[in-house]
């Protein structure tokens, strides 16, 4: 099928090219009679226009990049759907790149990014970035970029967070309520501030309000990790009488060590996680969990983008509150 241009509709319609074009964008210097014939022919002959064209004129591809360390994740995929919800209603597309938690993978997604001209940028790190200049570089040339849920520690960028802290806090004093004294608290990787900033405001808690529960800190890049830390401390004769997972990761391997070992849950050991919501629920019991929604920073993250292409120019960093949930695991 050959493709329709303004061209040939101008030559068809009897009118100069700029007439239609701006009969095509209801131009109020045109006609509304003219604007009839105008997009019925073009309609009729299935006229689109050629968008990497206007891509190259306006500079504007009214795409949004968006790299995440994986896509296969209830985080992610929430997180993914709430932005691609927001980007469709103003009539903006999603570029969607998972950098598999590698770095140079995840470099290489950003060039794909700027190759295809994109209005802004939103991303989570991998656990190995430490450098963002690549990033900052794309935002000093008028492409947003907004960092989420995985952040750096620089302040002077756009960050969405989950509210860490507070997540941490909730898990924690619901142990302390339980009056539990020997807790096994898997955190994620040591590098990520995410990390940091949960591990920091758990051990603070019980350093202030249960002085004399023993914490059992450990670390876990991946649910293998979790697994096997589990079966490594639970045998041991002061095994934990609780656990912390800070993430659904966490949780899927320590879950997968509670069933081989035979462990009832929550006669023999309790269990709260930080979750965004649809692990715990594939459980039973029902795993009570501090819900960090990534829809919710999803809308949250779109909001700021287009606050900062409207041209607020100031660095915010903001929270996703987080919220306990209730489960059957405590």
Not at 25 to 38: L, M
Not at 54 to 79: A, C, E, H, Q
Not at 100 to 115: A, M, T
Not at 234 to 241: F, I, R
Request: hydrophobic fraction near 40%.
């Amino acid at each position: 099928m050959i493709n329709t241009t303004l061209k040939k509709l101008s030559e068809t319609l009897g009118l100069s090219i700029s007439t239609v074009s701006r009969a095509l964008k209801n131009h109020p210097d045109i006609s509304d009679d003219t604007k009839k014939r105008v997009w019925d022919l073009a309609n009729m002959m299935e006229y689109e226009p050629n968008t990497y064209a206007i891509n190259l004129k306006t500079n504007n591809s009214r795409t949004f990049g968006l790299i995440v360390p994986v896509i296969s994740n209830y985080f992610y995929d929430s997180l993914i759907a709430s932005l691609e919800e927001e980007a469709r209603i103003q009539h903006y597309s999603l570029l969607i790149l998972q950098s598999g938690d590698n770095p140079e993978i995840e470099q290489s997604n950003l060039k794909l990014c700027k190759h295809n001209r994109v209005t802004g940028l939103f991303v989570a790190i991998s656990s190995e970035t430490t450098d963002i200049s690549n990033f900052t570089k794309l935002s000093d040339n008028n492409c947003p970029v907004i960092f989420l849920d995985k952040v750096p520690v620089d302040d002077n960028v756009h960050k969405i967070c989950m509210a860490d802290k507070h997540a941490a806090i909730l898990a924690a004093e619901a142990l302390c309520k339980l009056n539990r004294k020997k807790i096994l608290a898997i955190f994620g990787n040591n590098n990520l501030s995410i990390t940091k900033e949960r591990m920091d405001a758990f051990k603070e808690y019980f350093a202030v309000n249960s002085p004399g529960t023993k914490l059992d800190i450990a670390e876990a890049k991946n649910p293998a990790e979790a697994y096997q830390i589990v079966l490594k401390k639970y045998p041991q004769k002061a095994k934990p009488d609780a656990v912390f997972c800070m993430s659904d990761e966490i949780l899927t391997g320590v879950m997968k060590a509670v069933q081989q070992l035979e462990i009832k849950i929550p006669k023999d050991l309790s269990l709260i996680a930080i979750s965004n919501g649809i692990i715990p629920h594939l459980y039973y019991p029902e795993i009570t969990y501090v819900e960090t929604s990534g829809y919710k920073m999803g809308k949250l993250a779109f909001s700021r983008m287009m606050s900062c292409l409207a041209g607020s120019s100031f660095i915010q960093n903001l929270k996703v509150d987080a919220l306990l949930i209730n489960g059957g695991s405590l």
